[in-house]
């Protein structure tokens, strides 16, 4: 069984793999006679690992750290300074190359930030956004703002805005829905009419795959994308 957490900048998550699976870990009593491994990444606060990780050094437990390189595999990264790409985006990454091979892909993680990476069918990472994400994004406005407010209970909508709450809403939604639209613009080959594969990720994930028809959620892409770094890593 192996231990694979995720450190975001909200909150870290943590799941237990085994059979191919995840299961739900309680940090607070993790399992540590059953776990062989901890894979881990961090984007935010890495002290939220120190008690885990020093768990594990005392159960004789390895742990690796997830990290951006140039390549992994025949996946090619666009940042020339690597290590300035967040790893969860990373990790995305990698699990849409692993999950949808030969296929050009627009990953999007969308939770404190939105992030929107676009993938070449040969798996070159042709580059992204970082936007704020849906929260962040009412949350300026109703804090640098007199007179625009949120009510609590407007849902995200791609219409028109009649109101304030749903003006900001819709505004957020359509803001994000545009910038994918914008990262097509990046993979359409007119010649070849390949298929682009948008898959999604993170807590308004579920709410943007609804928006585009043929696109995919996946709660555990970036858990997925920590068992094939684990994987390719060794290999490559
Ligand atoms: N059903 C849901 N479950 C969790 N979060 C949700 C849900 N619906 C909307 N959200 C929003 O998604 C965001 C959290 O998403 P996610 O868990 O992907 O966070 P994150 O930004 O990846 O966090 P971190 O940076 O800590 O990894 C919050 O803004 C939350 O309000
Ligand atoms: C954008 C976030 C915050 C999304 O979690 C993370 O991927 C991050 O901190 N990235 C570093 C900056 C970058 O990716 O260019
Ligand atoms: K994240």
Redesign the pocket.
Known sequence: MRLLIDV??TSLKAVLWHNEQAQPADINNLPWLQITEVIYAC??RSDLLNDILAQAVSNNIICFEAKVTKTLGNLVCA?EHVA??????WLALIAGFTLYPNTACIVV?A???T?IDVLSSEGLHLG?W?LPGLDLMTSSLTQNTQRVFDDGKTPFTNELGKNTPNGLKNGALVATIGAIEQAKLHLTDKKTEQKVQIIFAGGYGLLLQQQFEGSIFDSLLVMKGLNYWHQLSKTT
């Open positions: 975001g900048n984007v935010g940042y300035n790409l967040g790893i969860d985006r993680d939770g404190t930030a992030t992204g970082i």
